[in-house]
């Protein structure tokens, strides 16, 4: 089932439950969203911890793309921590013209 060329859009309202990285204080979480090779970085929700909120909003162009990456990140002073990510299947929104929440 191959999904129409078009704009998918999506927004991105926050995380929870995501490990803490932090060593120090509470960490500053931010996320990368990948469809193809596009990709978009949300703010750094400062102090967001193990609960970040976004509220992202985001727009992709599609073609043949069969999921989206969103990896979290832990902004760091010398370098960024990979929290966690995961792939969200775009089935659902082909068939259904939308996706009410990923886990």
């Given at each position: 089932?191959?999904?129409?060329?078009?704009?998918?859009?999506?927004?991105?309202?926050?995380?929870?439950?995501?490990?803490?990285?932090?060593?120090?204080?509470?960490?500053?979480?931010?996320?990368?969203?990948?469809?193809?090779?596009?990709?978009?970085?949300?703010?750094?929700?400062?102090?967001?911890?193990?609960?970040?909120?976004?509220?992202?909003?985001?727009?992709?162009?599609?073609?043949q793309?069969?999921?989206?990456?969103?990896?979290?990140?832990?902004?760091?002073?010398?370098?960024?921590?990979?929290?966690?990510?995961?792939?969200?299947?775009?089935?659902?929104?082909?068939?259904?013209?939308?996706?009410?929440q990923?886990?």
């Amino acid at each position: 089932f191959k999904m129409k060329k078009g704009r998918l859009d999506l927004v991105l309202h926050g995380a929870k439950g995501i490990r803490d990285t932090g060593m120090v204080g509470t960490q500053d979480p931010y996320a990368i969203i990948k469809c193809g090779n596009d990709k978009q970085r949300t703010i750094t929700h400062n102090d967001g911890g193990t609960r970040p909120r976004w509220d992202y909003r985001a727009s992709f162009q599609v073609d043949q793309e069969n999921a989206l990456r969103v990896d979290i990140y832990n902004d760091n002073v010398m370098f960024d921590d990979l929290i966690g990510g995961c792939d969200v299947p775009l089935d659902e929104v082909r068939s259904k013209g939308v996706l009410e929440q990923a886990r």
